[in-house]
């Protein structure tokens, strides 16, 4: 008979995922193959739809010669919710930021469930058969910026969640300990094509991440430091 809580169960169960991602010997930054993520998800207690989970994504670079799997250095890592276009609530995402508050505003606009429904300019068909991701975090650690390394990182974790062909949201951080709202904001209208901007959320929108293989995946210039502030 099992002694722990569901809630207990589910975080012994993802501290012994945590413990796959084993330090390798060998792999460094320069000589990695790829940038892989792990993806752990969880129900959030706070929304009572089952569909809205929140998912920790670990990020790592591999080198397939000498690395197993879940094995490699460790350079980061993302924070998301995923939902889709009936189940997310203002009450929800006001319990956890202003931020998020913002992204579930734009979804609605999206989804033709806002004041102007299916006239929004942001209004996309796509977008009710589809799955909703909000980026709370996208975080590189210090010693892996600057590298170049921004898009791939991004683009392996939005993929290993789901994110494929999928509708994404960020909203740029303002913070000044990040890289400032305007770099910010272009990096992530750079993602993919298709990125719109509100003014109103100051949230960005990506339909159909990755249709046709469009999503950016390397970055050309730019020194990638925390990219979004945590929910």
């Known amino acids: ?33 790829e940038i892989r993520a792990l993806c752990l998800y969880e129900q959030d207690d706070s929304c009572p739809f089952e569909s809205t989970m929140k998912i920790k994504v ?13 094995q490699g250095i460790e350079i980061g890592h993302m924070k998301l919710y995923r939902t889709d276009s009936y189940y ?31 006239e929004s300019k942001l209004f996309n068909e796509d977008s009710i058969s589809s799955d909703h991701f909000f980026l709370t975090k996208m975080y590189l650690k210090p010693e892996f910026r600057g590298k170049k390394l921004g898009y791939e990182a991004m683009h392996a974790g939005l993929m290993a969640c789901g ?30 094509i298709g ?24 970055s050309s210039r730019v020194p990638t430091r925390e990219l979004s502030t945590v929910a």
């Open 1 to 33: 008979m099992c002694l722990l809580s569901y809630t207990q169960q589910k975080v012994h169960f993802i501290h012994f995922l945590i413990m796959f991602i084993q330090p390798s010997e060998e792999t460094t930054i320069d000589n990695f193959h």
């Open 58 to 70: 670990i990020l790592y670079a591999q080198n397939y010669n000498w690395d197993d799997k879940y």
């Open 88 to 118: 997310s609530s203002s009450d929800w995402a006001d319990c956890h930021s202003q931020m998020l508050l913002n992204m579930h505003y734009m979804k609605q606009e999206v989804c033709g469930d806002g004041e102007k429904e299916w």
């Open 163 to 192: 994110a494929n062909r999928q509708f994404v949201y960020v909203c740029p951080s303002k913070s000044p300990e990040d890289m400032g709202f305007k770099f910010l904001k272009k990096f992530y209208m750079g993602m993919d």
């Open 195 to 218: 990125t719109k901007y509100s003014r109103k959320y100051g949230t960005i929108v990506c339909p159909n991440y990755n249709s046709n293989d469009s999503a950016k995946k390397k």
